[in-house]
């Protein structure tokens, strides 16, 4: 009984002073608490989603910015754009008796599709808003299997812009989780990009 006395008065000093800590640093004895207009802003001014935290401001408040959320919403179509763009590969080398590559790419299309579930169940729980793109047909005649391989170099080349600029954009407004999330992507795309 008394160690878990000792542990209950050793947890409500550790609140109370982390409390004290934070209350120092609003300016002019202002709370640290952000609160939400019905407009879904937040502040004078803001046009942040009203379920997520508040960007960086004078207080040193960081939250996403519009730019990170959008790029994490477009980001899903992409990755079920690059899903079919495989898919369409794997359709063409199966036409052409050549079953290796063809498996080869319809387990790209698949491992695409899942990149684009994890990004949304990612956004999800984060309550970030997500808007699914159409997807235009992907490409789907070639003169070579060379230029099937360069069409998907190609795709993995602006994946990877596109996943370094959610990083960046992640970088710039705090959202340090975002990009500890975005690192195994980044490390599987040195392989597709690679081969």
């Not at 790029?71 to 008796?97: D, G, H, K, T």
């Not at 949304?120 to 003169?143: C, D, G, I, M, R």
């Not at 600029?165 to 040195?190: R, T, W």
Request: aromatic letters at 8%; proline letters at 6%; hydrophobic letters at 40%.
């Amino acid at each position: 009984m008394k160690f878990f006395l000792g542990i209950s008065s050793l947890l409500l000093l550790q609140s109370a002073s982390a409390f004290s800590y934070l209350s120092s640093l609003a300016p002019n004895g202002a709370t640290t608490s952000t609160s939400y207009a019905p407009n879904g802003q937040t502040g004078a001014g803001s046009s942040i989603h009203p379920h997520v935290a508040s960007p960086a401001t004078s207080t040193g408040v960081i939250g996403p910015s519009e730019q990170m959320l959008t790029l994490i919403s477009r980001q899903v179509s992409v990755e079920l754009a690059a899903s079919q763009a495989y898919m369409a590969a794997s359709i063409w080398f199966r036409a052409r008796n050549m079953d290796g590559m063809a498996a080869w790419m319809l387990d790209e299309s698949d491992e695409e599709r899942g990149h684009g579930k994890e990004i949304l169940e990612f956004a999800l729980k984060n309550h970030y808003p997500v808007k699914l793109e159409p997807l235009a047909a992907p490409q789907s005649e070639w003169s070579s299997p060379a230029e099937v391989w360069q069409t998907i170099l190609g795709l993995e080349e602006q994946n990877t812009r596109n996943l370094l600029n959610i990083a960046h954009s992640a970088d710039a407004c705090g959202m340090y989780g975002v990009k500890a999330f975005l690192d195994p992507f980044h490390v599987e795309q040195i392989d597709p990009e690679d081969k």
